[in-house]
């Protein structure tokens, strides 16, 4: 349970305080053997990339198969929550916010740089023609795209699948229920959330500290701000009280709002650089890069250079899955937590196939744009500069385009943005981590995971071990990998029982029609009664029927429960014990409707007047609502219902056991 001490803090003491010891204790170690720490790390690195790029790349296409997989079959009609759920955000706002905490700031750093090195030195062949000019951009989607986005999508689909489907917490011990059971509320569960702590601190902190280099060299362009290590302490401060500030106003008013604002921004700025540059040649060369990267693929995502080796593999293509494993716990939790109510399949194509079809465009426009400046207008400076300091490429290329300080000052907003966006975001995943999956906590203790992050990110930049955590991070990636194949086996199961559950029909009559009079039927599917009403009908007819069935039941030594809640929440639960089984679950809940003789089209149901809402009783299953009302029924009607709902189950219940999925 979390512990209620402290200033109303609501922490989980077995995650907290040692995440919090070993976040710590793990930097001192690495500045106390700055050398040797890197060189210890260094050689981790290089021995996992010599004897383990064969399961990074194994693991990594098992999860786009997945992908594909769960997003075609009748699995991906399940929703990540109740079945009655809606999205809690709009497709803009879901967007906006999965990719600015994803990779939005890694698109500014490498949109210039990656694809510009990857022309100058690819993996194989000569460098600077026009194969390697293809060549780069896509090898630049390929590490940027589907792959990078299935890896965390498929996290974040399981953490949102048990906790709002199933109810429980929204931290990374869930993702492992079905290995481990209720043993994830004990010390193995908090070793797994301890372990995610420490990888998205170490994650958040690590890109802070790189990426600051490039918020400093935009300021010493656009204003001579010095370029030193103090400066950028300062600026990783400055950023993260921003970040405070974002986190304290909270999800919807803080990181949505800066979110939607640097989308617009990416757009304006890729359109600023598209209409500036070669807009046909760019165009083109974007729409045929992508063609070969969909077309290559799967070759792609096998190939281990087996026949042709070099470090380039590992310095490039390794190393970029091991960050996005290693990334998981940070970028899954968070795109769980702003996923509530999308189906698998809905949420499976928004989380990889729009954010992989953005950042082709983007690495298309930007990266071509700066290829084409060094191979068709001589400007061979901009590849010296990018393979010397990858941090000034996009603003040394914004010096060969009309209206370079404007661009730039763009620029610089939304690397700042993404910068505040990817901090707020990551603190309040490790605030959730450390409470429990809980983001209703008091504003002081969300701010506590912003000063970490900046305290970790200046220590390191200041005594230089960033670099030797980051490889240590990355490294984390290989057991990792392994854990979550193992919770990816866990997770088919339960939804296996889950789409069975879905599948299975019981031969049972219909409800009684009731009144043989058809004009009282009439009357009553005419009425839109108000809340009261309905209350009043959940206990004159509801609550006796249940009361009746419970009885019934529990003459056949089958154990009940009533949850009465009509005056709190409008709501009479039934609650069936099945021992070891899944339980039985009857719901009745006060439910909201448009009234069809209004016109309420492109409304929220919010923003109508109560005159244009009337109320009926919906009946819930344990899975969600069942889209059908009851209002006005007879209580043997309410029995029947109960009973055929009740036999449903049950015989689901033999499926399952009789090895039916």
């Known amino acids: 349970m979390s512990d209620q001490s402290g200033p109303g803090f609501k922490i989980d003491p077995a995650v907290f305080y040692p995440a919090l010891v070993l976040l710590f204790g793990a930097v001192l170690l690495v500045l106390s053997l700055p050398g040797e720490g890197a060189d210890l790390f260094a050689a ?29 079959s009748r699995y991906g009609d399940i929703k990540l929550g109740p079945d009655h759920s809606e999205p809690d955000y709009g497709f803009l706002s879901w ?23 990857h022309f100058l030195a690819p993996p194989v062949g000569e460098g600077g023609t026009s194969l390697a000019a293809a060549k780069a951009i896509q090898i630049s989607y390929f590490h940027w795209g589907f792959n990078a986005w299935a890896t965390y999508a498929v996290v974040a689909m399981v953490l949102a699948y048990f906790a709002f489907r199933h109810d429980l917490p929204l931290t990374l011990r869930s993702a492992f229920y079905p290995l481990i059971g209720e043993r994830i509320y004990g ?36 204003f001579d701000l010095p370029i030193n290590v103090w400066v950028q302490v300062m600026l990783i401060f400055g950023t993260m009280a921003l970040a405070t500030v974002s986190v304290i106003m909270g999800l919807d008013a803080g990181i949505k709002r800066l979110s939607e604002i640097n989308t617009v ?3 304006l700025l890729l359109m600023m650089i598209l209409i500036a540059g070669p807009t046909a040649l760019l165009l083109s060369g974007t729409l045929q890069n992508f063609g070969g990267y969909v077309a290559g693929l799967i070759p792609q995502t096998l190939d281990l250079y087996v026949y042709a080796p070099s470090d380039w593999l590992g310095g490039w293509t390794i190393f970029y899955w091991g960050w996005w494993i290693s990334w998981t716990p940070f970028v899954g939790v968070f795109v769980a937590r702003i996923s509530r109510g999308r189906t698998i399949r809905e949420f499976l194509i928004g989380v990889t196939v ?75 995943v490790l605030n ?27 220590i390191l930049l200041v005594g230089g071990g960033l670099q030797a955590l980051q490889t240590a991070t990355i490294a984390s990636a290989l057991p990792f990998s392994l854990a979550l194949l193992g919770a990816f086996w866990g997770f088919g199961k339960a ?79 039934l609650e069936v014990a ?70 449903t189950h049950l015989h689901f219940l033999r499926t399952v056991r009789h090895g039916g999925v």
């Open 495 to 573: 939804l296996m029982v889950d789409g069975a559950k879905r599948q299975v029909t019981s031969m049972h009559p219909p409800a009684e029609a009731g009144d043989t009079d058809w004009r009282k039927r009439l009357t009553r599917l005419l009425a839109y009664p108000g809340k009261a009403v309905v209350q009043d009908f959940q206990r004159g007819v509801v609550f006796p029927a249940m009361h009746s069935f419970a009885q019934e039941l529990n003459e056949h030594d089958v154990r009940t429960n009533i949850v009465n809640q009509v005056n709190e929440r409008g709501s009479l639960r």
């Open 187 to 222: 010390p193995l569960g908090a070793a797994v959330d301890v372990f995610a702590v420490i990888c998205t601190t170490y994650g958040i902190s690590v890109s802070l500290g790189l990426g600051v280099l490039q918020i400093n060299t935009g300021f010493n362009y656009l």
């Open 432 to 458: 959730m981590l450390s409470a429990r999956g809980d983001d209703n906590t008091p504003a002081l203790q969300r701010s506590v995971w912003t000063l970490v992050i900046a305290l970790i990110a200046s």
């Open 265 to 267: 921004l990416a757009v």
């Open 44 to 72: 981790l690195q290089s021995t996992i990339v010599r004897t383990a790029s064969w399961f990074y790349v194994l693991v990594v296409a098992l999860i786009g198969v997945m992908v594909i997989v769960l997003a075609v």
């Open 95 to 117: 967007f906006s916010m999965l990719f600015a905490a994803g990779i939005g700031i890694g698109l500014m750093f490498y949109g210039i740089a990656e694809p510009v090195m």
């Open 354 to 428: 729009v954010p992989t079809l953005f950042i082709c465009l983007w690495m298309g426009v930007l990266g071509g744009s700066a290829i084409d400046l060094i191979t068709n207008q001589g400007f061979t400076e901009l590849g010296v500069a990018v393979q010397e300091n990858q941090a000034v490429g996009l603003f040394r290329f914004l010096e060969f385009l009309p209206g370079t300080e404007m661009m730039s000052v763009v620029c610089l907003a939304m690397i700042v943005i993404f910068f505040v966006t990817s901090a707020d975001s990551g603190a309040m």
């Open 578 to 647: 099945q021992g070891e089984e899944i339980d039985f679950v009857y719901e009745v809940q006060v439910w909201r409707h448009p009234r069809p003789d209004r016109s309420v089209a492109g409304k929220a149901l919010e923003d109508l007047p109560e005159d244009a809402i009337f109320y009926g009783a919906e009946v819930h299953l344990a899975e969600g609502g069942q889209d059908y009302d009851i209002m006005g029924w007879t209580q043997e009607q309410v029995v029947l219902d109960m009973l055929n709902q009740y036999e």
